[in-house]
DNA sequence: ATGGCTAATTGATGTGGATCAAGGCGCCGA
DNA sequence: TCGGCGCCTTGATCCACATCAATTAGCCAT
């Protein structure tokens, strides 16, 4: 079942993409492929860890609890994302726990393997130190979001953020995740969420139907 | 006025502390001094730069400004801690304003040339990644906290985070910083956090001498 | 000393979002 | 077809913290 993934699924990654053929075949050797359905858990938080992932399809919820369980989503992971590369450098353990939001299929990349190839290959350890730099900026960017901002104002940047598709009356988006959970990475309850989505509709900004958003005045919208 | 610093001045940083002779002195020539006084600023958001830096003396503050001019203090930096080696990779752009509480010694060193010695040493990447890494885990851990806790919990965390002396009555700690830059830190007004030092004291936790705290029942303070 | 800073405290009031509670609605399985 | 069960919504109330405002206390610089 779990057989060596080909290397063209893999080698357009950021991480992957300067590298010679002879290494991308030691790493697809040193990697498999993994299939959660929806709910599944791929590691909780402190479990050791040996892998960093990189999602092919589906999506993958990273998210911490507090003591009393409540779930707060740090980031949804999607396809031909690269997720706990930094597991290789913290003491093994995950930050994190991570399940499955649909069925979705990873590969798994060993990262003992990976850490001797560091050692060998300067290139590859600059476009990983890049893509920590990267990871980084947008931690800050969050951290500024969440404690500097309105749950309205997050709303309108998460939304203005997604995939859309233009039509006569602006443009449509159709949400990749249930409400609750935008609810979550956005830091707001549902009903707060639902209420901030009616009253951008009632001031004319968006309309709601069901997931399916419409983007009424996008350059209001940024304005919040 | 700017001489390159001695090797003595950094090599027991982390980063450094597993290289050859040869190469600190490298480093070193690429390296000045940089003096401070109290409020000077290091660099601002988004300026282009090109180094990174060692505090020796002093206490630095990386912040944000949301637009309406609030500052929000991400990190303070003290003596012997390295900051931004990311913006190495990131562009080249600062993604924080830095300036001195106090007056205060860094070493700074040349971003450019240190990315063609980590290009040529495995184990100096290997370290980079490491101590980015371990940062990267503190801002998911602020993350947690900032969302997850309320103030007087991250207060209770950051009194016990600091260096304090024990006496019969309890660990006694002087505030490094001033209270309003305390607030900040935690993401509270200087009036709340005022308030909830009167109520951690009327609870008997703790007593307040002006800068002087002491921890009567640390253990309380923990479960808070 | 004196005036003018800024930090810190304290009180009164306002508010965004959480919490508690009660439906409505789509979807799926028997 | 009918429950049943998440998900979403809507309303009422609550609370932590912000905001606004006034006062006091240290701390230079003149």
Redesign the pocket.
């Known amino acids: 079942m779990k057989k060596t993934p080909e290397i063209s699924s893999f080698r357009l990654s950021p991480l992957f993409r300067e590298l010679d053929r002879d290494l991308l075949a030691q790493i697809a050797q040193h990697a498999t492929w993994r299939e959660l359905d929806a709910g599944d858990q791929l590691f909780a938080k402190g479990e050791v860890g040996k892998h960093f992932f990189l999602v092919k399809t589906g999506l993958i919820k990273l998210f911490l609890l507090s003591e009393d369980g409540q779930e707060h989503i740090m980031e949804i992971v999607g396809r031909e994302q690269l997720f706990a590369e930094a597991v290789m450098f913290m003491g093994d353990r995950y930050p994190v726990y991570a399940t499955a939001l649909e069925s979705s299929r990873l590969i798994a990349f060993d990262a003992p393997f990976f850490v001797t190839l560091l050692r060998a290959n300067p290139d590859l350890c600059l476009g990983l130190l890049a893509s920590l730099s990267r990871q980084m900026h947008a931690l800050v960017t969050e951290i500024d979001g969440l404690t500097m901002q ?3 104002r997050r709303l309108a940047r998460y939304l203005l953020a997604q995939p859309a598709h233009k039509t006569a009356t602006g443009r449509v988006i159709a949400l990749p995740i ?3 959970a935008i609810a979550s990475l956005l ?9 901030i ?2 009253r951008l509709a009632d001031d004319g900004l968006i309309a ?1 139907d069901a ?1 399916r958003i419409t983007l009424l005045q996008p350059a209001l919208l940024k304005q919040i």
Not at 187 to 194: H, K, V
């Open positions: 309105s749950g309205a249930a409400k609750h830091d707001i309850r549902p009903e707060t969420l639902s209420r989505f009616t709601v997931d």
